[in-house]
């Protein structure tokens, strides 16, 4: 095959390049962070545990009077969850970092400075607005995270009865 | 910003991290703990002993009874020669500790020694405040402690010190683009190669990172091109110096990422140096010969070395990250494991409780500041360390360091949004007309009322106080775990009603039995658990141990205690068994050989024997499909090796009110056990340990 075909090679390879070099300036941080986000949720939960134990999604046990399953969460064992178990509790991993996410946006609103390049808060309300609004969200943020912690000691205490 | 007052938290930091391991000294006594710290004991006493060049070349003969093991060239290392050197160092400086004590101290000390690390990283993140934050997290952060614990002895008490400042060095190598400090980390790395198994994981973590950055900034940095040329050809020679490693760097597939990228890196900068020098047609034409002969040469070089079976794919272990159910189908050895198994959404907070919670904001924070080398680094290491930490529980450990580092990033960035709330509230600066015109303006336009400085007060006030409240509940969860994590396996300590406490030592009773009634050249067969601490404690001779490199001696074990007595005793001929140690705890309702004996028939039904009969796991079940020892236990059961020895006069022992009841299994067991071939020598205290000798032909 003659030099001059492969040409025809590297010039595709640059043009490649190009595209590649628009998509890399399309892709912006908050769709990483989405990324980040989604498997951390995903891991949290147990996926991979489901994947290769297949649990049940709650126990079998129902109760006698109402016909309600009575265990959504393996007691007394740390290294056996059941599969709906792990989503609700990656949920509230994701719901005590939202709450974070929450408090530290409204504290830039309340300084007076510009939210971050990342915010997810609308454009009008980027340039600080000093109000008691972001003060409410600030404290609502801390709320969520409490909350979420509470929560989670809560489903953890099932699992191990020697928690203080 | 230059603070004195770092050094004294610094100080204050590496006091915490030791001191704070050290529980299990405390309650009892500086013990070696778990199983595989007494294969590193004994090889750090026999380096001793015995001097540097005789334990690279140390063949043992005392395990693995026919066969042996190169003990030189299956380990790694490093944790051994830190410890003699350590022991070395204090002797020459007059303090001469014992072997034990210092390698008991070697976990707590290197412990301080990765808090100081995680300052460096913090630092090069964040501002000081963040290093400051990261190191007090890291000083005391479960998932870290459970593997470095004094008295702990392993691998990773040494291994996450060095991957810390590994990830340290590198970070400020392409930072500064100095070659001293890439040497510096290529050398680190080696001492990490030297260490631990997951060194593996760096060398894919770095070239990840390589990639990352070129991609992001959308061309080669000469820093970054520096780094990693100097890093990656030194880093793999100096790992190839173990002996445990050998070629593996060039061979497997493992490594095949850190190559990828190197050439993809020296042909990067090949492009853009040519490109400067000629025109873009010969710039094409030129490359063009290049890539003819280079896809060539790759096309025909990679088949070839496969075909060869030069190069081999990804091993069992670390397939099991790649595909999670591999080890479950195909290695049940590795899937037996209790730290190998996937982990639940509760390790995660026990390992890491609140920075577990906040690692998705920390991640916010890191997207939202500044674009640097170590955020990249460190958004990297911790979205890795998550994926293997969600495959293997023993992976937290990985994780928990990632995790200090970003939670002290957010908690640092926190403090630093309510100082400045405060400051803002308490500020004496008197409100301007032009302000007060502003905010009506503002609150006409918007209708939200303008906070005033009380309402400031308070804001600030609720973030400094939840920042403490978390700070607190973190540190009363670390100790909490610190006590759970402080046992010794080998000394179990359980506390009575009425206050005190009871002690079972029954696993060192035994072994010390073993060592002063039984020959010196006695073999002892137990399950593969157990092999390290017979071989350091009671120094005898075993058959198989924690080292699992032989599956077929590991099957032949397993086939010897599921099989009928007539059988095993044939067997424990064949390779000059004298001693049976079987652990039972049905007296005291522990996890014992009989929780474990469906793994140990499944190692055994892998291996298919010709000259035994065929082991089935469901034989093992009664018709129902349970699993139970007592007179409702299936026949074949009861006949094997393994509950005759773990039952043998079991039922006339009196456990409370009635005789021969099972407290781990919660079932009774009423049918006498009769034994022709083993005959019983010692049982300990608690029936813990239970040891028979096998009878010897002319006996019968």
Redesign the interface.
């Known amino acids: 095959m003659p030099?001059t075909h492969?040409?025809v090679?590297?010039?595709f390879i640059e043009e490649v390049s190009g595209w590649g070099?628009r998509i890399?300036k399309k892709i912006k941080?908050?769709h990483?962070?989405a990324l980040?986000?989604l498997?951390?949720f995903l891991?949290?939960?147990?996926?991979?545990?489901n994947?290769?134990?297949h649990p049940p999604p709650r126990g079998f046990m129902r109760d006698e009077v109402t016909g309600q399953p009575k265990v959504i969460t393996v007691m007394n064992r740390?290294?056996?969850?059941y599969a709906a178990?792990?989503w609700v509790?990656?949920f509230y991993?994701?719901l005590?970092?939202?709450g974070?996410?929450l408090?530290?946006s409204a504290?830039y609103s309340?300084?007076g400075e510009a939210t971050?390049?990342?915010?997810l808060k609308a454009k009008r309300d980027r340039k600080g607005?000093?109000?008691?609004?972001?003060?409410i969200s600030?404290?609502m943020g801390?709320i969520m995270?409490?909350c979420?912690?509470a929560m989670?000691r809560g489903?953890?205490r099932e699992?191990?009865p020697?928690?203080? | 910003m230059f603070h004195k007052d770092r050094f004294v938290i610094l100080g204050l930091c590496f006091l915490l991290a030791f001191t704070v391991r050290l529980l299990s000294i405390v309650r009892y006594e500086s013990v070696i703990h778990e199983f595989d710290p007494f294969f590193a004991y004994r090889s750090v006493l026999y380096l001793m002993e015995r001097g540097l060049t005789q334990f690279l070349e140390w063949f043992d003969n005392r395990s693995w009874y026919p066969l042996g093991r190169i003990i030189g060239a299956t380990c790694f290392p490093g944790l051994m020669l830190t410890a003699g050197a350590l022991h070395k160092v204090l002797d020459i400086a007059g303090l001469p500790f014992r072997v034990r004590s210092v390698c008991v101290f070697v976990a707590p000390v290197f412990s301080g020694v990765t808090s100081l690390c995680a300052y460096g990283l913090g630092s090069e993140l964040g501002t000081q405040a963040s290093g400051v934050m990261a190191a007090v997290l890291v000083a005391v952060v479960p998932g870290y402690i459970q593997r470095s614990v004094a008295g702990s002895f392993d691998n990773e008490a040494v291994a996450i010190t060095a991957l810390l400042a590994v990830l340290l060095a590198v970070v400020k190598a392409v930072k500064g683009g100095s070659l001293l400090l890439t040497s510096v980390a290529a050398c680190l790395y080696f001492y990490m190669a030297s260490s631990w198994g997951a060194y593996v994981f760096i060398i894919n973590l770095v070239p990840l990172f390589a990639l990352t950055a070129m991609l992001a900034q959308g061309r080669l940095r000469q820093s970054l091109f520096r780094f990693y040329t100097l890093f990656y050809p030194m880093g793999i020679f100096l790992s190839m110096q173990i002996r445990f490693i050998g070629t593996q760097p060039v061979r497997t597939a493992e490594h095949m990422a850190a190559a990828g990228v190197f050439v993809l890196m020296l042909g990067v900068e090949a492009y853009t140096w040519l490109r400067r020098h000629l025109s873009a047609e010969r710039v094409r034409y030129l490359a063009a010969r290049v890539l003819l002969f280079a896809v060539g040469a790759a096309v025909c070089g990679l088949v070839g070395l496969m075909l060869c079976g030069a190069i081999s794919p990804w091993t069992g272990r670390f397939k099991t990250f790649l595909d999670p159910t591999y080890a479950k189908k195909h290695i049940p050895i590795i899937a037996s494991i209790s730290e190998h198994q996937p982990s639940t959404w509760a390790s995660f907070f026990l390992d890491t409780h609140l920075l577990a919670l906040v690692l998705p904001a920390a991640l916010y924070v890191l997207f939202t500041t500044k674009a640097s080398y170590a955020a990249t680094m460190l958004a990297l290491y911790c979205m890795c360390a998550v994926y293997f930490s969600g495959v293997m529980i023993r992976m937290v450990l990985i994780l928990a360091p990632a995790a200090c580092l970003l939670g002290g990033l957010l908690l640092a960035r926190l403090l630093d949004r309510s100082a400045l709330l405060l400051s803002l509230s308490l500020s004496k600066a008197e409100e301007t007309k032009k302000d007060k015109k502003d905010k009506r303006d503002k609150k006409e336009k918007e209708g939200d009322k303008p906070a005033s400085r009380p309402h400031l007060f308070l804001g600030s006030l609720v973030l400094v106080g939840f920042c403490a409240f978390i700070l607190f509940a973190f540190q009363k969860h670390a100790l909490w775990a610190s006590n759970i994590y402080s046992s010794p396996s080998v000394v179990q300590i359980a506390p009575m009603p009425d206050g005190g406490r009871m002690v079972l030592d029954d696993y060192r009773e035994a072994f010390a039995w073993l060592e002063y009634n039984t020959s010196p050249n006695a073999k002892v067969l137990s399950w593969w658990d157990y092999g390290y601490q017979l071989e350091q404690m009671a120094n005898r001779t075993v058959i198989v141990d924690n080292n699992t490199w032989n599956t077929t001696m590991l099957g032949r074990v397993g086939a010897m205690f599921a099989s009928d007595e007539e059988t095993a005793w044939r067997l424990a001929n064949e390779y000059d068994v004298d001693y049976v140690l079987v652990m039972f705890g049905g007296v005291i309702g522990q996890h014992d050989d009989i929780s474990k004996f469906l793994w140990i028939i499944r190692v055994a039904e892998e291996e298919h024997f010709p000259d035994i009969p065929e082991i089935r796991e469901g034989d093992f079940y009664n018709a129902k499909g349970d699993y139970r020892v007592d007179s409702a236990g299936s026949e074949r059961f009861r006949e094997s090796l393994m509950y005759k020895l773990s039952f043998h006069e079991f039922n006339d022992l009196p456990t409370g009110h009635v005789k021969g009841y099972d407290r781990t299994r919660n079932q009774m067991v009423t049918d006498p056990v009769t034994l022709t071939r083993f005959e019983p020598v010692y049982t300990s205290t608690h029936w813990l340990c239970r040891l028979y000798r096998v009878k010897r032909p002319e006996n019968m």
Request: proline share 3%; with cysteine; net charge positive.
């Open positions: 030099i492969l040409i090679v590297v010039e070099d890399r941080p908050v990483i962070f980040c986000v498997s951390y891991i949290t939960a147990g996926v991979i545990y994947a290769i134990n740390l290294t056996a969850q178990e792990g509790s990656a991993y994701i005590a970092s939202a974070i996410i408090t530290l504290s309340i300084l971050p390049m990342m915010s607005v000093r109000g008691v609004r972001s003060l600030m404290a801390v995270f409490l979420s912690y989670i489903r953890f699992k191990m020697s928690y203080y």
